[in-house]
């Protein structure tokens, strides 16, 4: 090793580069490599987001239709089958609170919970939860059980 063969370790040292705009000398001054005129060329440029250069962007041209309901209620759905399943892995005994629900990671703790009617339950559950629907309320007080609205 010697004077003439040593350089930086690979990678220590970033790209740098041409520098540009330093003067007619370098080759790079003047325009500083970009072009002419135009709003390219200025400091400060920045194209918008979907800019298509003054023709009407894809954003715009596409027809726009439908809404969103702003007032719109979400909830989460856990059915009869699922609560059926919990029992009979002994997940839960005689209750199923909300609580209980977001501890078993079927509901998030800022959700709202419904029950809705797919499958069968026959162990007679207290069910806790923000809504049911007509035949899963059904079918839990057929089954000896109470559907509790938080």
Known sequence: MSLHNLKPAE???PNAGKRVGRGEGTGKGGTATRGHKG????????????FEGGQMPLQRRVPKFGFKNINRVAYKGINLDTLQRLTEEKK???EVTFDKLVEL???GKNELVKILGRGKIEAPLKVSAHKFSASAKAAIEAAGGEAVTI
């Open 39 to 50: 709003a390219k060329s200025r400091s400060g440029y920045s194209k918008k987001i979907g």
């Open 92 to 94: 839960v005994k005689k």
């Open 105 to 107: 990671r079927l509901a």
């Open 11 to 13: 990678g220590s040292t």
